[in-house]
């Protein structure tokens, strides 16, 4: 018999996790120009379809399946999701999952994480990329980037980077965050740049839908990381306080730059400050106190803005929604942040963070799983890049007339606001 508290609170945190693609939608439909609104929103609900169908079939096992055996990879004992319902009438040997909930639960939770991943991608890429292009990476990336990841990170005893390196994942810093923001920067320069980058300036044209995007974004972010202790005890609960914590801090360390810097504070600016800190508690948010969690949320805001500002200015990528400088460059600094503030009584590994021990082991094998990160993902991200691009005829770009007009009217004949007239 399965526990119908726990199961409930993995239902619900499943469904706030589920609800951040449409909001990520408007978050980045708000941040795109108007001729590209429609384009960017499905997109991103492009994603919702396609994973739901790769986790279902494959993904899945892939990532949890199998005995735990391989470091890389789960299994192909599960695809098609069998053996779950024997799980939940009570006739596998032995729960596939927690016992404490039914398996199923856990695979639609993390099919959720699996769709946010992906679609946080298709911002590096607006504005200029082929509809069919990116609905065909996605559906390859899900199969053979992301659940190896997973694995690797979360896949329990003997995997790669969770056991034998050491380092600690709470909620997606390495599986989420570096790897969605590391595929976008390396998609958006296979792509090559807008016309007019660093010439025109691209300004968001709809800043309540940012706004919007950034509330959905963090009501499931609530889900997101207090649904990673699986359990509905009280380092959940620390979880979702330091979300509310990090987020906080992140949004007012934001505001404080752009005052510092601009002269003027902004709403987008508000909103992008309370992603960045979303994203860099994630790998920490169930390893550190409350204080530590706003410390963090203080320092990503200036470290994300530099890299959305300078970084991207200087080395002239086009990453068009920032996803690298905000999920790779904030992922990478709560993943470090982890080996420094985290409660040694909390962590996964005999380690806890330099700042209570003094020593740098869980420091260093922080450093290293995102080194492994990045050249697992980023190697594998180029390599199917080329070969998607090989696959629409050399180029993942539109024509310059299609990206002139804008891709909601040229690709998919829609237009998010077309002319009133007093009837529509």
């Given at each position: 018999?399965?526990?119908?508290?726990?199961?409930?609170?993995?239902?619900?945190?499943?469904?706030?996790?589920?609800?951040?693609?449409?909001?990520?939608?408007?978050?980045?439909?708000?941040?795109?120009?108007?001729?590209?609104?429609?384009?960017?929103?499905?997109?991103?609900?492009?994603?919702?379809?396609?994973?739901?169908?790769?986790?279902?079939?494959?993904?899945w096992s892939f990532a949890y399946g199998g005995d735990g055996s391989l470091p890389f990879f789960g299994g192909f004992?599960?695809?098609?999701?069998?053996?779950?319902?024997?799980?939940?009438?009570?006739?596998?040997?032995?729960?596939?999952?927690?016992?404490?909930?039914?398996?199923?639960?856990?695979?639609?939770?993390?099919?959720?994480?699996?769709?946010?991943?992906?679609?946080?991608?298709?911002?590096?890429?607006?504005?200029?990329?082929?509809?069919?292009?990116?609905?065909?990476?996605?559906?390859?990336?899900?199969?053979?980037?992301?659940?190896?990841?997973?694995?690797?990170?979360?896949?329990?005893?003997?995997?790669?980077?969770?056991?034998?390196?050491?380092?600690?994942?709470?909620?997606?810093?390495?599986?989420?965050?570096?790897?969605?923001?590391?595929?976008?920067?390396?998609?958006?320069?296979?792509?090559?740049?807008?016309?007019?980058?660093?010439?025109?300036?691209?300004?968001?044209?709809?800043?309540?839908?940012v706004a919007l995007g950034a509330t959905l974004l963090w009501f499931g972010w609530f889900g997101f990381n207090a649904?990673?202790?699986?359990?509905?005890?009280?380092?959940?609960?620390?979880?979702?306080?330091?979300?509310?914590?990090?987020?906080?801090?992140?949004?007012?360390?934001?505001?404080?730059?752009?005052?510092?810097?601009?002269?003027?504070?902004?709403?987008?600016?508000?909103?992008?400050?309370?992603?960045?800190?979303?994203?860099?508690?994630?790998?920490?948010?169930?390893?550190?106190?409350?204080?530590?969690?706003?410390?963090?949320?203080?320092?990503?805001?200036?470290?994300?803005?530099?890299?959305?500002?300078?970084?991207?200015?200087?080395?002239?990528?086009?990453?068009?929604?920032?996803?690298?400088?905000?999920?790779?460059?904030?992922?990478?600094?709560?993943?470090?942040?982890?080996?420094?503030?985290?409660?040694?009584?909390?962590?996964?590994?005999?380690?806890?963070?330099l700042l209570y021990t003094g020593d740098p082991t869980l420091l260093g094998a922080q450093v290293l799983g995102i080194?492994?990160?990045?050249?697992?993902?980023?190697?594998?991200?180029?390599?199917?890049?080329?070969?998607?691009?090989?696959?629409?005829?050399?180029?993942?770009?539109?024509?310059?007339?299609?990206?002139?007009?804008?891709?909601?009217?040229?690709?998919?004949?829609?237009?998010?606001?077309?002319?009133?007239?007093?009837?529509?």
């Open positions: 018999m399965f526990d119908t508290g726990s199961t409930g609170f993995m239902l619900v945190c499943a469904m706030l996790v589920l609800l951040m693609t449409p909001g990520l939608a408007f978050f980045y439909g708000g941040l795109s120009r108007r001729k590209n609104v429609v384009n960017t929103m499905l997109m991103s609900f492009a994603v919702l379809g396609i994973v739901g169908v790769t986790w279902t079939v494959c993904g004992d599960q695809l098609g999701l069998a053996g779950l319902v024997a799980d939940i009438v009570g006739e596998a040997p032995e729960a596939l999952s927690h016992d404490a909930y039914p398996a199923m639960a856990d695979v639609v939770f993390q099919m959720a994480f699996c769709m946010i991943t992906t679609a946080i991608v298709t911002g590096a890429v607006a504005g200029r990329v082929k509809f069919g292009a990116v609905c065909a990476f996605t559906a390859v990336w899900t199969v053979v980037v992301y659940p190896p990841l997973a694995h690797m990170v979360w896949g329990g005893e003997g995997s790669l980077v969770g056991d034998m390196i050491g380092a600690l994942d709470f909620a997606g810093g390495d599986v989420v965050h570096i790897s969605s923001g590391l595929t976008g920067l390396v998609l958006c320069v296979i792509a090559g740049k807008r016309k007019g980058f660093a010439v025109m300036s691209y300004r968001p044209h709809n800043v309540p839908f649904g990673s202790e699986f359990s509905p005890d009280g380092v959940a609960a620390l979880a979702l306080v330091n979300t509310v914590a990090a987020s906080s801090a992140a949004l007012v360390s934001w505001l404080a730059v752009e005052r510092a810097r601009d002269g003027k504070p902004t709403l987008v600016g508000a909103a992008t400050g309370l992603v960045a800190g979303l994203v860099v508690i994630t790998p920490a948010a169930g390893f550190v106190e409350p204080w530590a969690a706003a410390a963090m949320g203080v320092i990503v805001s200036p470290v994300c803005y530099a890299a959305v500002s300078f970084l991207k200015r200087t080395f002239g990528y086009d990453d068009a929604l920032d996803a690298f400088g905000i999920h790779a460059v904030g992922g990478v600094t709560g993943g470090i942040l982890t080996g420094l503030f985290c409660v040694p009584e909390l962590s996964w590994t005999d380690f806890g963070g080194l492994v990160t990045a050249a697992f993902v980023g190697v594998l991200d180029v390599a199917l890049g080329f070969i998607v691009k090989a696959c629409f005829k050399g180029s993942l770009r539109v024509g310059e007339a299609e990206e002139a007009q804008g891709l909601d009217v040229t690709a998919h004949g829609e237009s998010a606001y077309p002319a009133y007239v007093g009837l529509d």
